[in-house]
């Protein structure tokens, strides 16, 4: 049997290689003053290196963030920004002054 169709390796490899180029984080970091940070990438160990060498400009890097405190993982890009909004809505709700429901 050849590389055509039917090849279980053909197969095999590229759901492997699907499921590594679309892997996004939505993370989240700490200073010591637990100021938090919550993000999506998809290269996760490049992002937090990032914060924590303050290569990016920013508010990441005028807070220094360093401390990783928490990651999800997931194949679908629009699940991760809806679920950085989420976990960023009581966050902003307490900057203007809401109570969270």
Do not use: Q
Request: glycine letters at 8%; one cysteine or more.
């Amino acid at each position: 049997m050849g590389a055509g169709e039917g090849s279980p390796r053909s197969d095999f490899f590229v759901c492997k290689v699907g499921s590594v180029l679309a892997t996004y984080y939505v993370y989240i970091m700490t200073n010591r003053t637990r100021r938090l940070y919550i993000g999506v990438t998809n290269d996760l160990w490049r992002r937090v290196y990032e914060h924590k060498h303050r290569l990016v400009p920013g508010s990441t890097s005028k807070y220094f963030m360093e401390r990783l405190v928490y990651f999800e993982d997931t194949d679908d890009v629009g699940f991760a920004i809806a679920r950085e909004k989420e976990l960023k809505e009581p966050v902003l709700s307490e900057a203007e002054g809401l109570a969270p429901l």
